[in-house]
């Protein structure tokens, strides 16, 4: 597509419950990057995909996270148990390589409540 | 691991110049620049390599020391548009090319 979409643009979820996020990076960029961004905050890092596979998952919180990317192009963050600490913007953004910006979509606001 | 930048806020009459810096404490490969406004996206605007370079375009531009591991954007003649928070990315290179993210700029250029 012509730029990043992510689906929903905003969701509100229960504690306890699980969600998924979606990513669809623009057409042909190999790389793929999940932030997340508090209030006041930069993004921090969470999880970059270089084709299908996950490259560097350290920003990862902790095992309640999770990500895909199966063909090498959607990409699907995924949030077991939500906590009321998981509440923030998530940003997914993609990338034409080493050397090259990022173009971010516009988020998934999620409040868990 | 953060990088820190300063100014954390400024404030600017339109038509007045700014200077963010951003400094880290880890040997850089590259320096990103984004602006984001409130409610949007990060909007990247330029990216500097490693070598020292300097680049700009329209009133912005920006310097990279990688000696001193920090970086530098330039505003001039600023604009009502330039309003937004400023963040520069740093990518240390190797294995993966993801950025970590500055504590932030805010720039509110006023009439």
């Known amino acids: 597509g012509a730029g990043v979409s992510q689906t929903p643009s905003n969701k509100v979820t229960e504690k306890g419950k699980y969600v998924e996020l979606r990513c669809d990076p623009i057409?042909?960029?190999?790389?793929l990057y999940w932030y997340r961004q508090s209030l006041g905050q930069g993004p921090e890092f969470l999880i970059y995909?270089?084709?299908?596979?996950?490259?560097?998952d350290s920003g990862l919180p902790n095992d309640r996270f999770f990500a895909v990317r199966p063909e090498g192009s959607v990409s699907t963050l995924k949030i077991q148990r939500t906590e009321r600490g998981d509440s923030a913007v998530y940003l997914c953004?993609?990338?034409?390589?080493?050397?090259?910006?990022?173009?971010f979509g516009s988020g998934t606001r999620l409040t868990v409540v | 691991q953060q990088p820190v930048q300063s100014p954390q806020a400024v404030i600017l009459r339109e038509g007045e110049d700014a200077v963010i810096n951003c400094s880290s404490s880890?040997?850089?490969?590259?320096v990103h620049w984004y602006r984001q406004k409130h409610g949007e996206a990060p909007v990247f605007l330029m990216i500097?390599?490693?070598?020292?370079e300097q680049k700009g375009h329209d009133k912005i531009s920006a310097s990279f020391n990688e000696k001193k591991q920090q970086s530098s954007l330039y505003l001039t003649a600023s604009q009502l548009s330039y309003s937004g928070t400023y963040f520069c990315?740093?990518?240390?290179?190797?294995?993966?090319?993801?950025?970590?993210f500055g504590t932030g700029t805010l720039l509110a250029v006023q009439p």
């Open positions: 953004a993609s990338s034409g390589g080493s050397g090259a910006g990022y173009t």
């Open positions: 057409s042909g960029h190999t790389a």
């Open positions: 995909f270089q084709g299908t596979g996950a490259a560097d």
């Open positions: 880890k040997a850089l490969y590259s």
């Open positions: 500097l390599l490693k070598g020292g």
């Open positions: 990315g740093t990518e240390m290179g190797g294995a993966t090319n993801k950025l970590i």
